[in-house]
């Protein structure tokens, strides 16, 4: 429940990011759009942004993983507990991470295909 809960959290604020970055070139893909750019192309743009910021969270998340097993030993009086990471996880953490890329980036996709062109190239 906590990672479902963290999981749609992390995808709305990576819809919310990627909004953001759509409103602020709004003008921008509106003259792109007018001039034959598909809404395809345009989805791909919003897709490349989000797997960038995706992937640099996977790569932070995974180094810190990594001297997170490498540092902590946890003794106790009748047995020790050492983290590691296993493959399975790796691929799990994997699949959750592009759902959430793919989740965050529907709204902004679904919004650059409902603007109206014509009043973004007329409010400039």
Request: overall charge positive; charged content about 10%.
């Amino acid at each position: 429940l906590v990672v479902f809960i963290l999981g749609s959290a992390s995808a709305l604020a990576l819809g919310n990011i990627m909004m953001r970055l759509a409103w602020l070139r709004r003008r921008e893909i509106s003259v792109l759009r007018t001039n034959g750019f598909t809404l395809l192309t345009m989805v791909e743009y919003l897709l490349t942004q989000s797997a960038c910021i995706t992937a640099l969270g996977l790569v932070f998340g995974f180094i810190l993983t990594f001297v997170f097993t490498m540092l902590v030993k946890i003794t106790l009086p009748s047995f020790t507990l050492v983290p590691h990471l296993e493959p399975d996880a790796v691929v799990s953490i994997i699949i959750a991470a592009c759902l959430i890329m793919f989740a965050g980036s529907i709204l902004p996709a679904w919004w650059l295909g409902r603007v109206n062109l014509a009043a973004l190239l007329r409010a400039e």
